[in-house]
């Protein structure tokens, strides 16, 4: 029994080895006591079948629990894939709708055929570079930093934003933490600045 114990706990070899161990002192004692019968207490095929079939089922539930973390793992992956599609999903339709507020009334007027004046073409200008910033850098596209980035072009500051993906590898806590960080510091550095060049990258 406490082999069998032991081969349920995973500890085959131990088992193993004091199995043989057993045997190897039940073949010395029976031979030199001479007590009848002695090989069938020191070999008890009964014993040794149970032991035997309860390792080869260990052995084969062994593999299937394997297999069973594999599947958790890739489970794991997919909820995650799936969590970042949605992400993006999210800022997409976010960047949509930011781009169908802006963009929508400027291209009425131009159907319409109305005059620009020069605040106007001012306000044009900004909106591409913004639409360009969406383009570029996507994942800079959140309010904070297209209030900083416009608030510092009206300015005179000529900023360039770029997304190169690199937060892609990153778990979702350490990817926003990063992202907090970095945005927070590119809003306090574009609000310092009264002209010259910035990139963000």
Not at 145 to 168: F, N, P, S
């Amino acid at each position: 029994l406490i082999l069998v114990f032991l081969v349920f706990r995973d500890q085959t070899r131990i088992a193993a080895a004091a199995g043989v161990l057993c045997l190897l002192v039940g073949v010395v004692l029976g031979s030199q006591t001479g007590i009848p019968n002695w090989p069938r207490a020191a070999v008890p095929p009964v014993i040794l079948s149970l032991l035997a079939i309860v390792a080869l089922a260990t052995v084969a539930v062994r593999g299937m629990v394997h297999r069973i973390d594999q599947l958790g793992d890739t489970r794991n992956l997919t909820q995650e894939r799936t969590q970042r599609q949605q992400t993006a999903h999210t800022r997409r339709s976010a960047r949509m709708d930011r781009i169908n507020r802006h963009v929508r009334p400027v291209l009425e007027r131009v159907a319409a055929g109305e005059e620009f004046d020069e605040e106007d073409l001012v306000h044009a200008r900004l909106l591409e570079r913004q639409l360009r910033d969406g383009i570029r850098a996507p994942s800079l596209s959140v309010p904070p930093v297209i209030e900083a980035v416009r608030a510092a072009r009206l300015r005179g500051v000529a900023v360039t934003l770029l997304d190169d993906r690199g937060l892609d590898e990153l778990s979702p806590d350490e990817r926003e933490a990063v992202f907090d960080s970095a945005s927070r510091l590119l809003v306090a550095e574009l609000a310092e600045l009264g002209g010259g060049e910035l990139t963000a990258r």
